[in-house]
């Protein structure tokens, strides 16, 4: 039991209706599925309920307190009414109030930007870990409290599943934090109350529109991030990107840069790139890592920003960097044993596409031909799907349009849609095979001893989602299966 003046402290509170003083209180509860008697049920006006529709029936149900952002007609007597503009911001503070601010014990660092967050985060992650440090992961593939693996399915889980997971990893002594930061949890609210000792942007391309509806948009959901920080955050964004100024324009946070091409306090250059990896210079440092692209430098030098930000040696940062391996589902390669080449990408976005397409024919002999099997996800942003087409139909000696995850749309339907942007000069070399594993089957048998086959758009996940059911699929081991039998 918590006692209910505790969990309101800082809460700008509009009005309070019946006497919170002494009363103590269960769970803070925003599903009405899950209030029990006792507990605190916080109203939330979400994408798909308002929650302030089920006060009369938590009400019922016997919790002690209801915060509102608009008091219901009739009040009871043995309820407790607390009214707030924002309860989703509202929901925020208490969580972190609930769980005795675990942030505060923690150096928390988040990761926005289109692209990078996942890797970034994890390779954070496993340096701060080969470093000694008891850390935490929240990333869309896990959440890792030093080492216990905890299943997610959103890339930001809920605020109060957020400060419970870090009063976890207080309790077991862990010391850093580092956490995908997502446009959708942002705007929603989602990491209100937390407080961050380094805030990150990685890059910003087409993606979420159809949550957003505009790019405008999507790029003032990321701000917003920035926007709200404190003066003792440090703000580390990417001077490439020429929204990463525009992220700082309002911020009272301290303004940290990192670059491949200009000037700034982390200034990063590929000396040489091949299939195996990558030489680097960080700030006059000189290493080699097992990663390979350039969109994979960028995430090297972010991380070892961040981790000089947080009073790391470079040199030891760098050592470790080297040694680091790819992330599950990120530029993950593989050799046949017929010698062909195969990438699994988790590239879904036209600017993901390009770059790991750019970064292999930067790479590639064109002694080979480049197969990309690539495909476009249902009930999401229709408008990036015929760009990516062109964009794997213009960078491919090969393209083969397929489903990704469909969910309910008709994946006929999502194959036309990307199919309207191939040019005329390109439709020879393009191919439409709608079942995902004999789009790959495919490339395999049409690929020859050297070819490099990219399956892109899926990366770590396994599954596809398909009318609402998630049937087990991996790229990786459909790739190796078919590889294995194709060889026989």
């Given at each position: 039991m918590k006692q209910l003046t505790t969990i309101l402290t800082n809460l700008s509170i509009i009005k309070t209706i019946g006497d919170a003083e002494g009363v103590l209180v269960g769970e803070l509860i925003f599903d009405s599925r899950k209030a029990k008697k006792g507990d605190v049920f916080v109203a939330i006006k979400g994408t798909q309920t308002d929650g302030h529709s089920y006060i009369e029936q938590v009400t019922e149900i016997g919790v002690s307190v209801i915060v509102c952002e608009v008091l219901p007609e009739i009040q009871k007597e043995n309820i407790v009414y607390?009214?707030?503009?924002?309860?989703?911001?509202?929901?925020?503070?208490?969580?972190?109030?609930?769980?005795?601010?675990?942030?505060?014990?923690?150096?928390?660092?988040?990761?926005?930007?289109?692209?990078?967050?996942?890797?970034?985060?994890?390779?954070?992650?496993?340096?701060?870990?080969?470093?000694?440090?008891?850390?935490?992961?929240?990333?869309?593939?896990?959440?890792?409290?030093?080492?216990?693996?905890?299943?997610?399915?959103?890339?930001?889980p809920d605020i109060v599943t957020l400060n419970r997971i870090f009063r976890q990893a207080v309790d077991k002594g862990c010391e850093y934090a580092f956490m995908e930061v997502s446009s959708h949890g942002i705007v929603q609210n989602r990491i209100a109350g937390l407080y961050f000792r380094v805030a990150a942007f990685t890059n910003i391309t087409h993606d979420h529109l159809d949550y957003h509806i505009t790019f405008q948009n999507y790029i003032q959901a990321k701000k917003k991030f920035f926007d709200e920080l404190p003066a003792s955050t440090k703000a580390l964004v990417n001077l490439d990107d020429r929204n990463g100024r525009v992220m700082l324009q309002n911020t009272v946070a301290s303004k940290h840069f990192f670059t491949l091409?200009?000037?700034?306090?982390?200034?990063?250059?590929?000396?040489?790139?091949?299939?195996?990896?990558?030489?680097?210079?960080?700030?006059?440092?000189?290493?080699?890592?097992?990663?390979?692209?350039?969109?994979?430098?960028?995430?090297?030098?972010?991380?070892?920003?961040?981790?000089?930000?947080?009073?790391?040696?470079?040199?030891?940062?760098?050592?470790?960097?080297?040694?680091?391996?790819?992330?599950?589902?990120?530029?993950?390669?593989?050799?046949?044993?017929?010698?062909?080449?195969?990438?699994?990408?988790?590239?879904?976005?036209?600017?993901?596409?390009?770059?790991?397409?750019?970064?292999?024919g930067g790479i590639r002999t064109k002694n080979e031909q480049l197969i990309t099997v690539v495909g476009c996800g249902g009930d999401r942003d229709k408008t990036k799907r015929p760009e990516m087409a062109d964009i794997a139909a213009r960078k491919s000696d090969l393209a083969i349009f397929t489903s990704d995850n469909p969910r309910t749309e008709n994946p006929e339907a999502i194959l036309a849609d990307m199919e309207a942007g191939v040019e005329p000069q390109f439709y020879d070399k393009t191919l439409k095979i709608t079942d995902r594993k004999e789009a790959i089957k495919t490339a395999l048998k049409m690929s020859q001893k050297h070819d490099i086959i990219l399956i892109a758009g899926k990366g770590h996940e396994t599954y596809q989602e398909i009318n609402g059911v998630r049937n087990h699929f991996s790229d990786v081991e459909v790739a190796k299966e078919l590889s294995h039998q194709l060889n026989k």
């Open positions: 607390v009214l707030v503009e924002d309860a989703s911001i509202a929901l925020g503070v208490m969580a972190s109030n609930y769980y005795d601010n675990p942030t505060k014990n923690l150096q928390l660092v988040g990761i926005t930007g289109t692209n990078g967050k996942t890797t970034t985060t994890s390779l954070l992650y496993e340096l701060f870990t080969k470093l000694g440090y008891a850390s935490v992961l929240v990333s869309t593939i896990q959440i890792v409290v030093d080492g216990d693996i905890i299943p997610t399915q959103n890339t930001t091409k200009g000037d700034a306090e982390f200034k990063g250059k590929i000396l040489e790139s091949r299939f195996d990896g990558m030489l680097l210079n960080f700030n006059q440092q000189e290493f080699w890592t097992n990663l390979i692209g350039q969109f994979n430098a960028y995430n090297l030098l972010l991380v070892y920003g961040i981790a000089h930000l947080l009073g790391q040696e470079d040199t030891e940062v760098l050592t470790i960097l080297s040694v680091l391996g790819s992330v599950e589902g990120r530029f993950q390669t593989f050799h046949t044993q017929g010698d062909r080449v195969i990438i699994v990408d988790y590239a879904h976005t036209p600017d993901a596409l390009e770059n790991v397409l750019d970064t292999i």
